[in-house]
Each structure stands twice: as C-alpha cells, then as structure tokens.
C-alpha cells in the first residue's frame, strides 16, 4: 500500500525546505533507512531517511525547490500501484471536506456549525505541532512545560523542554497569544507532528480549533475540556516542585546543581510559577540537620538488629522500580539493534607500543597554552589511515558500496542515558591541538545536551575510547551507515620483550570492528599502529 511522505520538520525554527539533491529517482528501489533526499533547512542541509519499504512512485518537490512542512515530498509504494487517487487527494483537499454537508438531515442542528467552523482556523488561532527537532526524531517528550493553560505567551517565550533521541532541547513560542490547550502532558511521548498546544485570543473555542484538525481531534476533545475547566492547576504543580515529586528547573540550573551535587529537590526556585534558575542553585546554602538525623537514626535501627536477629540471618525488604525509557534510550537501543543483527560484525585486535607516544606528548604539552591527549593522537592516526585505505570509509547500499571521500570522525561520548557521537569534521585536515580542542568543544556540548542536530551527523568512520575507565580491551557495536568502529583500550604499563631483553613498557590494546560486506581491516591497524609508534609521522 503506498505512503504519502510529506516534508519534514528538521528544524525547530523550519517552516519550509529545498530539496538540494534527490538521492533516489522514481522507480528506484528504497530500504527502510536509504537516504531520499539532501534537504536544506534554515539551518543546515540534512540527509533525509525513509522509514519506509518499497518502490519511489513519485516525487512531489524537485531538486533546487522549496516548499512548505508538511507539503507532498514524495509516494512509495509497490511498483506499478495506482497513485492517482492519492495525487488528486492532495491536490483537491477542499471536496474532501465537503462531503458531510451532501446529507442534512443526517446531522444535528448544530452540526453544520460546528462543521463550519472546523473547516478553518479562527483567525490568530495557532496550532503548535510537536517538532521534528532532528533528522532521526520519531517522537518526543515533554520534558517539563513553561507556560500553563491561561497563561500569556509573548513571541520567543520558551513553552517547553522537548527530549529528543538526542538531547533535550528548549522550544521557543514563534507567536503571541494566550496558551489555551495543551495535548501532550510533562513525561509523556508523543510522534512528530502530534498537536502539541493551542495559543490564540482568550476565550477561544478550543473545541472548534482542534476540530480543525480531525486525525488528533479525538483523542485530544477530552483532554483539551479537563484542562480549560482546571484553571487551579498552574499553582498545584509549583507546590510539587520541592515535595520530591517533579523538579521544575532551567537546564542550566539542573547542570550547575549536578556539578555541585545539590539536590534540586532542596533548593527554593525564585522564578517564573517557582522555577529554579541559575542564582537559586549558585544562592543555595545545604542544611546539615537531616542528614546527621539520619545518620543517628540509621545507627541506632543497626545496633537495635545487631543484637536481636542472628549475624548470618539476611534481613531487608525487596523492592524494584520501573523507570520509563527515554527517548534517546530507545533509539540508541534501536539503532544499535538494527546495526548488530544486520551487519556481520568481525572483529581485529593489535597491541601497540605507546612509549614514544607518551614521549611526543609530553614534549608537545610542555609548549605554551597546547593540550594534547592520547585520544587525540588517536583520532589523528585514524584520519592518517583512512586516507591510505579508503575501503574502510565506506557506506554499505545493498547494490553498491559508497566510497567517502572526506573523512569525518565520530567520538562515543558517554551522558547520563547513553551514547552520543558528536563528529569531528575533516579530521584528516586538522592538527593535533585542533582536533583537541574540537573534540573537547563537542563533548561539552553533548554533555550539558546542548549539542546541535548537525553537529552529531555525517561521520564515516568512529572512535570509541575506554581507557580513561581503565578498560583495557573491548569491542563496540558499529555506528551505521560506517563499515567500521575503532575500541581504544587504556596504556598499561608491563613488562615487554625489546631486543631480546624483558623491559617496562607501554602498551594499548584497539579492536577494530568491521562489516565484513566492506571492509578487510588488518591493513589499516597495522597503518595505524605506524603512526601511533611513530607520532613525528603526524605532525609532517
């Protein structure tokens, strides 16, 4: 059955794309994850997957225009099926609506009013949809609301926080207005394009709005009349704000308290509907009391079970908890699912000699206001070799297999609920020291989950390095569409045979896993292993 693929929001900001470049032509075959389409948003250009099967039956938007959200991008779906009712469906939306005015008397008195006024939008009406925030966003979470039911909006407001599958991101109001509906509540998920809230005039027949629109109309009537006729609920929840339930906080503040280690539960917020901001947090002054009670507490219930049960007698309460996935949880657990039972993974693994690395970078960070880590020399040697064997840059397509002619590293980053791989561009370009200080800029982005779509998109080749955890040897899930994934390993210092005679040396351990559709890796460790052995190589 064909699909209608409209185009995407990429942007928080994006209300219209060009298609720089068509990466299928009608006829061609498509695979669940092929790119489509080069699109160009306000922001960047961007590589637009399909999440569907089939055959491309038609292209909407040709290469060079631009068109509106949500306008008709492309049809798949099985070759030689009829579209044509599809085509006029989009073409002709207006007959479609006038279909249940062709039966009166089927209908009550007020429903040709209300059919009336579900056909358009009151005037300075907006329907805010969830976002598509980046190019692999399926869904999203309303990480905390900003603005309640009734409150007035002002143009760049921010409404909400929107966790992603890759960060969480804060979303700015483009209108003025008052907040009248809101379809998804704080924890909940929702797909993209969802509606998401309502902010028009005051006294707005919400009803009418949402009737507009009527796939979402349904599920969202009921919820819309519960919030409108609680208007208490703004002040209920800022009581919860230090009650242990729901922590109403700038993502600024919630990253200073982390650092701090307070807890944001303690602390007194001072802004907007008793948000915590930054001063709050900075201001705060931990309280000894409790803790010393408890400690006291703690000691005495010890003591009190020390002397009455039996020393081998295992006393305590069973107890599990349920913890909802996060976004960025569930697609890593799908791409890296996706990635290992379809990809045949083989894996290589060298032990190299670190002593003259360790040599170089001492000397190197013995200069003037320049920091260079070993990670760093790695993400060098890496680029060093990929242009000496171009095999390993590869994207595997099924017909054919797509050579990379730049090289862009990504680094596995470690955040609190996983995996982000922010990339190093052009690292075959770069110095030591800028490679160094990219990847430090990157990984304090991703972090504090300020990282930007574009900056975690388009690498060839990845870098997943262990060592400063102590791991000594490990191997990784590949990071598609790359061939391969390099698993760096920590120094260890041992005893090492040189020259016939048992020495102290320095040695790390790399696992390079590869798609054996594209890559015979042992050429390119030993390439590798050349450079890191010999590091003044890196810097001619």
């Given at each position: 059955?064909?699909?209608?693929?409209n185009?995407p929001r990429?942007s928080?900001?994006m209300e219209?794309?060009t298609?720089?470049?068509w990466?299928?032509?009608v006829?061609?075959?498509v695979?669940?994850g092929?790119?489509?389409?080069?699109?160009?948003t306000?922001?960047?250009?961007?590589?637009?997957e399909?999440?569907?099967?089939?055959?491309l039956l038609?292209?909407?938007i040709?290469?060079?225009?631009?068109?509106?959200v949500?306008?008709?991008?492309?049809?798949?779906g099985e070759?030689g099926?009829?579209?044509?009712?599809?085509?006029?469906r989009?073409?002709?939306?207006?007959e479609?609506?006038?279909?249940?005015?062709?039966k009166?008397e089927v209908v009550?008195?007020?429903?040709?009013?209300?059919?009336?006024e579900s056909?358009?939008?009151?005037e300075?009406?907006?329907?805010i949809?969830?976002?598509?925030?980046?190019d692999?966003?399926?869904e999203?979470?309303v990480?905390t609301?900003?603005?309640q039911?009734g409150?007035?909006?002002?143009?760049?407001d921010?409404?909400?926080e929107?966790e992603t599958?890759k960060?969480?991101?804060e979303?700015?109001?483009?209108?003025?207005?008052?907040?009248?509906?809101?379809?998804?509540?704080?924890g909940?998920?929702s797909?993209?394009?969802?509606v998401?809230?309502v902010?028009?005039?005051?006294?707005?027949?919400?009803?009418?709005v949402?009737?507009?629109?009527?796939?979402e109309?349904?599920?969202?009537?009921?919820?819309?009349?519960?919030?409108?006729s609680?208007?208490?609920?703004?002040?209920t929840?800022?009581k919860?704000v230090?009650?242990?339930q729901?922590?109403f906080?700038?993502?600024?503040a919630?990253?200073?308290?982390?650092?701090?280690?307070?807890k944001?539960a303690d602390?007194?917020?001072?802004?907007?509907?008793?948000?915590?901001?930054k001063?709050d947090?900075e201001n705060?002054?931990p309280s000894?009391k409790?803790?010393?009670?408890?400690?006291?507490?703690?000691?005495?219930?010890?003591?009190a079970?020390?002397?009455?049960?039996?020393?081998?007698?295992?006393?305590?309460?069973?107890?599990?908890e349920?913890?909802?996935?996060?976004?960025m949880?569930?697609?890593?657990?799908k791409v890296?699912?996706?990635s290992k039972?379809?990809?045949?993974?083989?894996?290589?693994t060298?032990?190299?000699?670190m002593?003259?690395?360790k040599?170089?970078?001492?000397?190197?960070?013995?200069?003037?206001?320049?920091k260079?880590s070993f990670?760093?020399m790695v993400?060098?040697?890496?680029?060093m070799?990929?242009?000496?064997h171009?095999?390993?840059?590869?994207?595997?397509?099924?017909d054919?297999?797509?050579?990379?002619?730049?090289?862009h590293?990504?680094?596995?980053?470690?955040?609190?609920?996983?995996l982000?791989?922010?990339?190093?561009?052009?690292?075959?370009q770069?110095?030591?020291t800028q490679i160094g200080?990219?990847?430090?800029?990157?990984?304090a982005k991703?972090?504090?989950?300020k990282i930007a779509?574009?900056?975690?998109?388009?690498?060839?080749?990845t870098?997943?390095?262990?060592?400063?955890?102590?791991?000594q040897?490990?191997?990784?899930?590949?990071?598609q569409p790359?061939s391969?994934?390099?698993?760096v390993?920590?120094i260890?210092?041992?005893?090492?045979?040189?020259?016939?005679?048992i020495?102290?040396?320095?040695t790390?351990?790399?696992t390079?896993?590869?798609?054996?559709?594209?890559?015979?890796?042992?050429?390119?460790?030993q390439?590798?292993r050349?450079?890191?052995?010999?590091?003044?190589?890196m810097?001619a």
């Amino acid at each position: 059955m064909a699909v209608i693929i409209n185009m995407p929001r990429l942007s928080d900001t994006m209300e219209e794309g060009t298609v720089a470049a068509w990466l299928k032509k009608v006829g061609d075959k498509v695979e669940e994850g092929d790119i489509l389409a080069e699109i160009e948003t306000d922001k960047a250009t961007m590589e637009f997957e399909s999440f569907h099967e089939g055959t491309l039956l038609h292209i909407g938007i040709e290469e060079g225009d631009g068109a509106p959200v949500n306008s008709l991008l492309a049809i798949i779906g099985e070759s030689g099926e009829d579209i044509s009712g599809l085509l006029n469906r989009s073409a002709a939306p207006a007959e479609v609506k006038e279909e249940p005015v062709a039966k009166p008397e089927v209908v009550s008195e007020t429903a040709p009013e209300a059919t009336s006024e579900s056909a358009e939008i009151p005037e300075g009406v907006e329907i805010i949809k969830m976002p598509r925030l980046s190019d692999t966003m399926e869904e999203g979470t309303v990480a905390t609301w900003l603005k309640q039911v009734g409150d007035t909006v002002e143009e760049g407001d921010i409404l909400a926080e929107i966790e992603t599958d890759k960060a969480t991101m804060e979303f700015e109001s483009f209108y003025s207005g008052v907040l009248l509906y809101v379809g998804i509540q704080e924890g909940e998920s929702s797909p993209v394009d969802t509606v998401l809230a309502v902010i028009g005039p005051k006294g707005t027949d919400v009803d009418a709005v949402l009737n507009a629109e009527p796939s979402e109309a349904k599920v969202e009537n009921s919820a819309a009349k519960e919030t409108i006729s609680k208007p208490e609920t703004p002040n209920t929840e800022i009581k919860s704000v230090n009650d242990g339930q729901r922590i109403f906080a700038s993502p600024l503040a919630k990253k200073i308290a982390q650092e701090k280690g307070i807890k944001l539960a303690d602390v007194k917020g001072s802004g907007d509907h008793g948000r915590i901001v930054k001063k709050d947090v900075e201001n705060h002054q931990p309280s000894h009391k409790t803790t010393k009670t408890v400690i006291s507490t703690s000691t005495e219930e010890v003591s009190a079970n020390t002397a009455i049960a039996p020393v081998n007698l295992p006393v305590g309460v069973e107890s599990t908890e349920e913890v909802k996935n996060s976004s960025m949880r569930k697609v890593i657990a799908k791409v890296l699912g996706q990635s290992k039972f379809t990809a045949p993974h083989y894996y290589l693994t060298i032990e190299v000699d670190m002593d003259n690395a360790k040599a170089s970078r001492s000397q190197i960070n013995s200069l003037p206001e320049t920091k260079v880590s070993f990670n760093d020399m790695v993400l060098k040697a890496c680029a060093m070799a990929l242009k000496k064997h171009p095999q390993v840059n590869t994207t595997w397509n099924e017909d054919t297999t797509r050579y990379n002619h730049h090289i862009h590293i990504g680094v596995a980053v470690a955040v609190e609920e996983g995996l982000v791989v922010p990339v190093v561009k052009f690292a075959d370009q770069l110095s030591l020291t800028q490679i160094g200080g990219s990847v430090k800029d990157l990984a304090a982005k991703a972090r504090s989950k300020k990282i930007a779509p574009p900056e975690m998109e388009g690498s060839t080749f990845t870098v997943s390095n262990l060592g400063m955890f102590g791991i000594q040897e490990f191997t990784s899930i590949i990071n598609q569409p790359n061939s391969a994934i390099l698993s760096v390993g920590a120094i260890v210092e041992k005893p090492v045979v040189k020259n016939g005679e048992i020495v102290v040396g320095n040695t790390m351990k790399v696992t390079l896993a590869c798609d054996h559709r594209t890559v015979d890796g042992a050429q390119f460790l030993q390439t590798l292993r050349a450079f890191l052995e010999n590091p003044v190589t890196m810097l001619a």
